[in-house]
């Protein structure tokens, strides 16, 4: 059923200048529709304010800055907005229509994509959120879903609703916003964000587009929310296997849950992806991903939803807004958050949200839900239990120094028990990584808390192999907790052929554990292959067998210039390289083609040319002194309707 029908905007002129065609996608908080701006006769995208909503200060505020901050953003890779107004109750934005798809549909239908492809995606996003972080803002709810694939190639950012001025943006009081899969830790624990909280999505984003699937998964968005704050994001090499190191390094560079460790801007985070593309072989930049995987996308977690962060009632969970999203366009299901499809082609039509109930009293799995959120984030001026006095819970320790962390616990009434260390590739050595019990989490007053503090990122040498098998090269860098990589073969005149060369990255470079290792593996001296064409099959099997080659004949034999059984070709040929103990491919001749030869006698010399050389032989003329001025054929060295191979010469006696 065409929903566009039932919006009363459908067909209206808002501001005497924009017709509303039809209605693309629906949000919490506002409409985007298909629009012709009819004063320079172009198509837009309308993002119309909920008429509830336009009547709070609040909200209008918001949507205005919204339009303001864009609108500030000239960059080709950002969702241009051109104009802003009001009509009656109607609050809206002119915005940049974009004929295409989102990456969230290309995730959903492919799965993981070819590195090239990712970073071809990657490259222009990060361009635009560098030039909003130079200019002062921060996107703060960076997804697949908002990153735009024009029909043309061009990829642009959308939804710049949730960005707000980095002067500006120190802490979030009332609430966490943005999707639970992309949220960095300090946005998480603290609501404050920087730059780095974009860094840290983009991230996330990189990680899905290489594996076809996100790094946390979880039940709830607590879960989720958890796994982002106590465990790093993996490699994406540990799911999909062969993955460059360079592409690791990318991820766990950007991921990185202590912000400082993170590239400090999009700027920064480019030129390090541009460096790492230039460090890829074409092989590794175009090796297809596997097609098992695919992006899931319907779970608790990817949608964008308001987390409370001081919750006094046990009934309040997430704010909603429209129910649960439609295919292929999801519905945004924050409150206050911008409507999420801006970008959206005019074929894509949300169907209407259905009728909400509102039900006598709150189901028990969004009790569990608020719990866990609490106990994720330990705030909350009132929690959920009854404090007695007796009880506590364990203040945020996470990022902290260990004598901050100990400080920390001392003013909440409880006790330091045993400190432990434990390698992080992402935590700055001397920082808390984790406690036990969990920051949050109810605990009795004077009980004793555990920290894990890191010892920073745990890096080993990558050991020479050089001269060892592949075998034992791989075993040896096991043993170092590194991974064997890439194989690739080289010629050498010193390694023998099957032992290792070398590595990259070189003997001695120090890396983190884990990290995938190239090895080069010799295929020895190089061999000239000798031109055995012409001789006959025994004798070009001796010449290549004494250089050290093998030798396999053709099944299929071919006509050629040379005698029956002889060799017509070879593979590689001469003049190529090959190492010991490769082979060469040898095809046999079956003799020349016998075809037809022409009569040409009494022919002019012209025409004679011309019929012997289009069926396929050369010609030889004899004229002798009798015929240095005659043009007429007298006689042919092969008679016409005799055969003879083609190719061959054919002698006329000119007279």
Not at 565 to 589: F, H, I, K, W
Request: charged share 25%.
């Amino acid at each position: 059923m065409d929903t566009t029908l039932q919006d009363p905007l459908v067909g209206q002129v808002l501001d005497g200048r924009y017709r509303v065609d039809a209605r693309i996608a629906a949000g919490g908080m506002a409409t985007v529709y298909r629009a012709l701006d009819t004063r320079l006769d172009r198509v837009l995208a309308l993002k119309v304010m909920h008429p509830t909503l336009a009547a709070d200060g609040t909200f209008v505020e918001r949507f205005i800055r919204e339009a303001k901050s864009v609108a500030r953003l000239d960059h080709p890779n950002v969702v241009q907005v051109f104009d802003q107004g009001t009509d009656g109750s109607y609050v809206y934005l002119a915005m940049e229509y974009i004929a295409g798809c989102t990456l969230r549909d290309v995730l959903r239908e492919r799965g993981a994509v070819q590195p090239r492809a990712a970073l071809d995606v990657l490259e222009p996003v990060l361009a635009a959120l560098g030039a909003a972080h130079r200019a002062g803002f921060v996107h703060r709810d960076m997804k697949p879903e908002n990153v735009l694939i024009g029909d043309d190639g061009r990829v642009k950012v959308a939804d710049f609703g949730l960005v707000r001025s980095v002067d500006t943006v120190t802490s979030t009081t009332g609430a966490v916003l943005g999707t639970v899969s992309y949220l960095a830790p300090e946005q998480i624990e603290q609501g404050t964000t920087d730059p780095r909280v974009d860094v840290y999505a983009c991230g996330v984003v990189l990680y899905e587009m290489l594996t076809g699937a996100k790094p946390h998964s979880g039940d709830s968005p607590a879960q989720v929310l958890y796994k982002h704050l106590h465990e790093d994001v993996p490699p994406p090499s540990a799911l999909v296997p062969g993955l460059p190191y360079q592409l690791d390094e990318l991820v766990a560079s950007a991921t990185a849950r202590t912000p400082d460790i993170r590239p400090h801007d999009a700027v920064a985070l480019l030129a390090q992806v541009r460096e790492a593309r230039l460090s890829l072989t074409g092989e590794q930049l175009d090796a297809l991903p596997p097609q098992a995987l695919t992006a899931a996308h319907d779970n608790a977690e990817d949608r964008t939803s308001v987390i409370p962060r001081a919750l006094t009632s046990p009934g309040l969970g997430f704010a909603r807004a429209g129910g649960p999203p439609s295919r292929p366009l999801p519905v945004t299901e924050d409150a206050d958050a911008p409507v999420d499809g801006v970008e959206r082609t005019a074929r894509f039509q949300s169907p209407p949200a259905p009728p909400r109930r509102r039900p006598a009293r709150p189901p028990r799995a969004v009790l569990a839900v608020i719990a866990a959120v609490l106990v994720v984030f330990g705030v909350g001026a009132g929690v959920w239990y009854i404090n007695t006095g007796q009880f506590t819970k364990v203040p945020p320790l996470l990022a902290k120094t260990e004598a901050q962390a100990k400080e920390r616990l001392k003013t909440a009434g409880l006790d330091v028990g045993q400190v432990k260390r434990a390698y992080s590739d992402t935590v700055e050595r001397g920082t808390v990584i984790g406690s036990d019990p969990a920051p949050g989490a109810r605990i009795r007053d004077h009980d004793s808390v555990t920290l894990t503090v890191s010892l920073g990122p745990e890096t080993v040498n990558v050991p020479n192999v050089a001269g060892q098998s592949l075998a034992k090269a791989r075993a040896r860098l096991k043993a170092d907790d590194l991974e064997p990589g890439m194989v690739t073969r080289a010629f050498s005149d010193d390694v023998p052929r099957g032992s290792v060369i070398g590595t990259t990255p070189e003997a001695g470079t120090e890396r983190h554990a884990g990290s995938a290792i190239a090895l080069i593996v010799s295929k020895g001296s190089p061999i000239d292959v000798p031109d055995v064409t012409g001789d006959d099959l025994e004798s070009a099997k001796q010449e290549l067998t004494d250089a050290g080659l093998k030798v396999k004949v053709a099944e299929k034999r071919v006509n050629s210039e040379y005698d029956e059984g002889e060799v017509a070709a070879q593979s590689p040929g001469d003049g190529r390289q090959a190492a010991e103990g490769d082979t060469v491919t040898l095809t046999l001749s079956k003799g020349p083609e016998m075809i037809e030869v022409p009569d040409v006698v009494g022919d002019s010399v012209d025409d004679a040319h011309q019929a012997l050389e289009d069926a396929g032989f050369a010609v030889k003329e004899d004229r002798g002194l009798l015929g240095l001025f005659g043009d007429t054929v007298k006689k042919q060295s092969v008679d016409g309707g005799d055969e003879a191979p083609k190719g061959s010469t054919i002698t006329i006696t000119i007279r």
